[in-house]
Antibody, heavy 118, light 110 residues
Framework: QVQLVQSGTEVKKPGASVKVSCKASGYTFTTHGFSWVRQAPGQGLEWMGWISANSGDTDYAQKVQGRVTLTTDTSTSTAYMELRSLRFDDTAVYYC???????????WGQGTLVTVSS | EIVLTQSPGTLSLSPGERATLSCRASQSISSSYLAWYQQKPGQAPRLLIYDASSRATGIPDRFSGSGSGTDFTLTISRLEPEDFAVYYCQQYERSPPGYTFGQGTKLEIK
């Protein structure tokens, strides 16, 4: 069965960086890409970017472009999201999702809470 | 950038009733690029509908999606207690490539 397991809660200071991992299992890793979505407390869903697990091609949302980097490690079937220059409003739950086709995120990780606090 | 507007913001219904949730796009989108998700408190979203009207694996047939162009609808024919949650629509744009979500509709027990 397909599973996406994310790394644990992070607390960071403003200006720091965070790297969240998403380990996939139950399917061939390079078959599908990953999107990353975040959700600020009590708010809706915000797409951050996409990465092809096969080619490494990426697309980023304009709002976070320049601060976010998506990568994958095919040897460990793990996707990563790194966000730099953290601000208070980056506090959110960050999700990875398997992106099997445009607008079809069929499996999601459990979410990783990132808190930015001084 | 295409904006998705969901209505109503909150919908109060009783189990057994029919729920109709709306998602309106600021410009026409391909039906192949419209999805619906359900999210319960403390959980990740779950894919319900893709391609505007195709049910995802394991989704009960009381959930259905319809629409085209700028107007899309998620219908839950007879509400079960576990259906009370927040629902989001999502669309994909080719240029520039990316996704947007609606702001969500909260379906609550009346």
């Amino acid at each position: 069965q397909v599973q996406l397991v994310q790394s644990g809660t992070e607390v960071k200071k403003p200006g720091a960086s965070v790297k969240v991992s998403c380990k996939a299992s139950g399917y061939t890793f390079t078959t599908h890409g990953f999107s990353w979505v975040r959700q600020a407390p009590g708010q809706g869903l915000e797409w951050m970017g996409w990465i092809s697990a096969n080619s490494g091609d990426t697309d980023y949302a304009q709002k976070v472009q320049g601060r976010v980097t998506l990568t994958t490690d095919t040897s460990t079937s793990t996707a990563y999201m790194e966000l730099r220059s953290l601000r208070f409003d980056d506090t959110a739950v960050y999700y990875c999702a398997r992106d099997v086709a445009p607008a079809r995120f069929d499996f999601w990780g459990q979410g990783t809470l990132v808190t930015v606090s001084s | 950038e295409i904006v998705l507007t969901q209505s109503p913001g909150t919908l109060s219904l009783s189990p057994g009733e029919r729920a109709t949730l709306s998602c309106r796009a600021s410009q026409s989108i391909s039906s192949s690029y419209l999805a619906w998700y359900q999210q319960k408190p403390g959980q990740a979203p779950r894919l319900l509908i893709y391609d505007a009207s195709s049910r995802a694996t394991g989704i009960p047939d009381r959930f259905s999606g319809s629409g085209s162009g700028t107007d899309f609808t998620l219908t839950i024919s007879r509400l079960e207690p576990e259906d009370f949650a927040v629902y989001y629509c999502q669309q994909y744009e080719r240029s520039p490539p990316g996704y947007t979500f609606g702001q969500g509709t909260k379906l609550e027990i009346k």
